[in-house]
């Protein structure tokens, strides 16, 4: 079991560029999620999808969009990369809305 | 949204001794979570603990949903438990999502 997997681990990005970060997970878990998390600062909700083929926006949505066409698999774009988009980005899963939320090793990407 | 409180922000202990982090929450919760966030930046779980008490080695727990706080307890510190610990609520009606607070540093010093 892998858990929740990440790829890729680093990213360096000039600004207008774009790029998917792919989140996998085996546990077949209904629930995935996207966060980013900033220096000194919590983690914050990007976006979320509560089963394949679904997703909804959470409390940092701007300049992101994502994907669900697999249940295990949730895709984060950006379209064109911002230097207010670098941070870390986390990704999560849990079987169901209440339930423990697993999360990946996180994706480190940088902006210039 | 709700709102998570931690504190102290910050927490500077010699190795061997005990502490209490303490998150506030605001509102009724199905989910709460309290994560250690090593210095390379791992998100560890520690805790699934929407209510009542769990125990782990050094670490235990107590949450009080009626009152809105839990409790995250640290005995006989070691250098490994640098880092900063998160917790994080799931609202009632929240489809799951986390709300975060803004972390507790720990530094342990030997």
């Known amino acids: 079991n892998a858990g929740v997997t990440q790829t890729p681990k680093f990213r360096v990005l000039k600004t207008g560029q774009s790029m998917t970060l792919l989140c996998a997970q085996d546990m077949n878990h209904e629930y995935m999620y996207w966060y980013r998390q900033d220096p000194g600062m919590g983690l914050r909700l990007i976006h979320y999808s509560v089963g394949e083929g679904t997703t909804a926006k959470g409390e940092v949505p701007d300049g992101y969009n994502v994907s669900r066409l697999k249940k295990q698999n949730f895709l984060l774009g950006l379209e064109s990369a911002a230097p207010s988009q670098t941070s870390v980005y986390f990704c999560?899963?849990?079987?169901?809305?209440?339930?423990?939320?697993?999360f990946g090793p996180g994706t480190r990407l940088t902006v210039t | 949204g709700i709102q998570v409180e931690q504190s102290p922000p910050d927490l500077i202990l010699q190795e061997g001794a005990n502490s209490t982090l303490r998150c506030n929450f605001s509102d009724s919760v199905n989910n709460l979570q309290w994560f250690h966030q090593n210095p390379w930046g791992q998100l560890i779980n520690l805790f699934y603990?929407?209510?009542g008490t769990k125990q782990n080695g050094r670490l235990s727990a107590t949450t009080v949903a009626t009152e809105r706080y839990s409790l995250l307890y640290i005995s006989s510190s070691q250098t490994t438990d640098s880092g900063v610990y998160f917790c994080a609520v799931g609202g009632t009606d929240s489809w799951g999502k986390l709300q975060f607070g803004a972390g507790t540093q720990v530094v342990v010093t030997p």
């Open positions: 603990i929407p209510s």
């Open positions: 999560a899963s849990s079987r169901l809305a209440g339930y423990e939320q697993y």
